[in-house]
Every structure is written in C-alpha cells, then in structure tokens.
C-alpha cells in the first residue's frame, strides 16, 4: 500500500524514536499543515494553501489572522536552514507519481530517489506567477527543494486508500 507523507513522518519518526541513528548530518520531520491534518481536509479553508503561503511579500511581512499565514511564518525558520527539504504531496485525482520541481543538476541528484519517471518544471513561475512553494522557497534560501506527488489519494469515511496509477 502507499503511503501519504503524513504516514512517512510519522513512520520515520517512530524509527528514530526507538533504535535508528543518521550516519550524519541531521534529520528534521515536519507535519505541514497540523490544522488540516487534525480535521482531516486540504487544508482549514478552501481559500487557504499553506504550499503557496511560501511568496516572499507573504513572508517578508507579518503573519496574517489564518492558520496557514502563521505556518508559513514558523515553517520558513526551518525551511530556510534545509540542505535538502522533501514536501510529500498525494495528487486528488488519479495520476502517476511526478516530481513538480527545478531541474538542476543538485535537484537531479536527489530525483534518483524516487519512484517517479516524469519531472514537471516551470522555471520562470509561469503557472504560480512567482515562487509560492516550500520547494522554492528553500532553493531560493540555497537549499535543493523537492516536491513528490505520490499519485492518487482517496477518502473513505475515514480511511485513506492510496494507488498508484500504472
């Protein structure tokens, strides 16, 4: 079965908890958008994506009265530090994994690890207008920043089930 990011943090969590150790450097895992995880939708408002929150007036300003604003806000400090950040994302229609990133020669070190054989890009911010993601926003802090959209996710009373297009 695959699993949704929310899973694969909580997994890796709970490994270094009990017995795994880095062989170097250092690990940080982070829940984007706790708020929406708890009530279980995309996110606290249908208005709100906490992936496009990420703009440099949005973060060079104080935060605004929503959630998503004052997450953006304290996920910055942690995202402008990365080496390597990995925003795990499940599309909600049915499609194959991709990898929505820049494609440079340090991001495509990186691409190798995953299971993914299709790589979008849009160097010139066409499609957003300017830099409004966590991926870019820690390449724009000299980072490699990857965005992984598993493929489909789907709700049921409940229960999340996850394929894998083909």
Known sequence: MKKTGIEVVKELHAMF???????????TLVLGNEEAIRINKRGTSPEYNLNRMFTEHHLSGPFLDFYESRRAHELASVLQSADISIDIHSTSVPGRPFLPCAFTPRHEKVYRWFDADLILT???FILGGKRATTDEYVD????TGICFETGFAEIRAGCRQYWKAS
């Open 17 to 27: 908890q009990r017995k795994e150790r880095l062989c170097e450097g250092s690990l």
């Open 122 to 124: 849009d160097p010139d």
């Open 140 to 143: 724009s802090c000299g980072g």
